[in-house]
């Protein structure tokens, strides 16, 4: 599975969108990008996932770059309970189910 | 509701004993998995299983046992010979179709155990 990375952390003020990058400048091309984010002391939840076209749920919007070597998970509207580690993953459909977990980016969202 | 679920939430033991983690899921879901969190790190896969009575080590199994009886059912033990075993310990499980790119996993609230 191709290698992530991410900002150690960011921060973002309250009711702004959160732009969350990853590079994933290996990534092959059956490969999807995974996003997930795990709130202090929980489980991770996942977000939302991509090939090659933007995506959008009621959660966020991934925009996966042209070259498929970079994406921006996009919080729109940020608030307090976002405040969490963003984990962005590169896997293959077919192996999916064996995430390979980065450090993630500790996203706090201030007031 | 449907869901996955790990008890105890906290767990103390004293070092030298074995300790069982229970992982149970309503979801009707084939995969699970374990894995295991330090602080300030990412997850690392212990054992996960695709199927009923078939599983297989992660990245770091070595001190560390697992069944699946039950597809409801993934119990981790945590053995003596585990050298660090103190850690936030997940579960998780996802189903879906094998190549389905729609595979998320859904995680247990966690397991922190203490090894005193």
């Known amino acids: 599975d191709a290698k992530t990375t991410q900002p150690t952390s960011m921060d973002c003020a309250e009711g702004r969108a959160a732009n969350l990058p990853c590079n994933h400048s290996?990534?092959?091309?059956?490969?999807?990008v995974y996003w997930y984010r795990q709130i202090h002391s929980q489980g991770p939840q996942y977000i939302i996932h991509?090939?090659?076209?933007?995506e959008t749920n009621e959660m966020a919007s991934l925009i996966i770059t042209e070259d498929r070597k970079s994406s921006t998970l996009i919080l729109p509207h940020a608030t307090l309970r976002d405040t969490a580690v963003y984990y962005c993953i590169a896997a293959n459909a077919g192996n999916n189910r064996k995430l390979i977990w980065g450090l993630g980016t500790s996203l706090a969202v201030n007031p | 509701d449907g869901g996955i679920t790990q008890s105890p939430k906290y767990l103390f033991r004293k070092e030298g004993q074995n300790v069982t983690l229970s992982c149970e899921q309503n979801?009707?879901?084939?995969?699970m998995y374990w894995y295991r969190q330090d602080p300030g790190q990412g997850l690392r896969l212990i054992y996960y299983?695709?199927?009923?009575?078939?599983?297989q080590k992660g990245d770091i199994a070595e001190g560390y046992s697992v069944s699946r009886e039950k597809k409801e059912s993934f119990p981790l033990t945590v053995t003596s010979a585990q050298k660090n075993p103190t850690a936030f310990y997940l579960c998780a499980s996802s189903g879906g179709a094998p190549l389905s790119s729609y595979n998320e996993q859904f995680f247990g609230p966690g397991t922190r155990l203490t090894v005193l």
């Open positions: 290996t990534i092959s091309g059956n490969e999807y």
């Open positions: 979801l009707n879901h084939d995969a």
């Open positions: 991509g090939l090659k076209n933007n």
């Open positions: 299983s695709q199927i009923v009575n078939d599983f």
